[in-house]
């Protein structure tokens, strides 16, 4: 069979391995499931597929679906090498490494190793194209997964339209912050534009708290930042990016209760309407005038009418 046509590919991905020793665990369908939709999200845009917290989230949620078991997006990352499809681009240093390794023990292990894994060119032309995503992503399904077709078909629509939303919210800045006329994309639920507000958030700010600068990610896809709404979403704040940023639960915690806000030069200011004890690194007075990390697009940035609405509004002056 010629290795690069559709049939090919599509007669290896149904010849996956599947690690019976750990009761069939398909790891590497959902690895492959995971970033057909990170492609499909505009996520991915290159044939560079970086083990991301992106990428973590969207293989958990997956893997939730089908299984209990834990999550181990680094083995079908790692051992997908075995295909014929799929390689390994390692980081600067770790060439050796990479070579002789067999086995890894951990992301953190994978990702110091890997700098991300590519598929062949001919493949990844195929994932770039709807169509034949499409019977990708399908012939994965019913290989693997057809006593869970319903529950995954639900998830795929369920995240489109999040991403639809979170894309809208990504690419409506030429529109003119107002608070008077917030921005709605499309109706929709609130738990979808809850997770595409989040979403966006955290793809401008990469998990990391605008603050302190702290990113923890979980390996189940957790995070210890949240996406804050600037102007809260019940005094008629929007899910406009502009009126968002990331900040862990500490710093979230003090933003909304007033004791931390930013300037016009996006500086943190720090209540003098409290008294705090501790460790001085931990300490709020620590924080004023520090620059608050800001996204790569200048577009993206907090709206100076929501930063002034939250300063007259919310901080405790
Ligand atoms: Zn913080």
């Not at 019976?20 to 499909?40: D, F």
């Not at 709206?303 to 901080?315: C, D, G, I, K």
Request: glycine share 4%; charged share 25%.
């Amino acid at each position: 069979m010629a290795p690069n046509t559709l049939h090919g590919y599509l007669y290896e991905i149904q010849n996956l391995r599947i690690d019976r020793a750990h009761g069939n665990a398909p790891h590497q369908p959902v690895l492959l499931l995971s970033i057909i939709e990170l492609i499909e999200q505009g996520q991915i845009s290159e044939n560079k597929i970086i083990p991301s917290p992106g990428l973590v989230e969207t293989f958990v949620k997956y893997w939730t679906k089908i299984t209990d078991r834990k999550p181990k997006l680094e083995l079908p990352f790692f051992h997908m090498k075995n295909r014929s499809f799929w390689h390994h681009h390692p980081n600067p240093g770790y060439e050796t490494a990479l070579s002789v390794v067999t086995q890894i023990k951990s992301f953190s292990q994978l990702r110091k190793i890997i700098a991300y894994g590519y598929f062949d060119a001919d493949l990844y032309l195929f994932l770039m194209n709807s169509e034949n995503r499409e019977i990708i992503r399908h012939t994965i399904i019913e290989t693997y997964l057809p006593d869970f077709r319903d529950a995954i078909y639900n998830l795929i629509s369920e995240e489109k339209e999040i991403s639809e939303y979170s894309q809208k919210i990504l690419q409506q800045v030429d529109y003119t912050f107002t608070i008077d006329k917030p921005f709605t994309p499309f109706k929709t639920k609130k738990r979808t534009r809850k997770a595409a507000f989040r979403r966006a958030i955290m793809r401008v700010y990469e998990y990391t708290c605008v603050v302190c600068e702290l990113q923890i990610l979980t390996l189940d896809g957790e995070s210890v930042t949240e996406a804050a709404h600037i102007i809260p979403v019940n005094k008629s704040g929007s899910d406009d990016v502009r009126n968002g940023v990331s900040l862990c639960q500490l710093h979230h915690w003090g933003f909304d209760k007033g004791l931390l806000s930013f300037s016009d030069t996006y500086e943190v200011l720090v209540s003098d309407l409290m008294s705090e004890k501790g460790p001085v690194e931990w300490k709020f007075t620590t924080l004023d005038d520090k620059q608050i990390l800001l996204p790569d697009n200048e577009e993206h940035y907090p709206a100076q009418e929501a930063l002034a609405w939250h300063r007259e509004h919310v901080f405790k002056k």
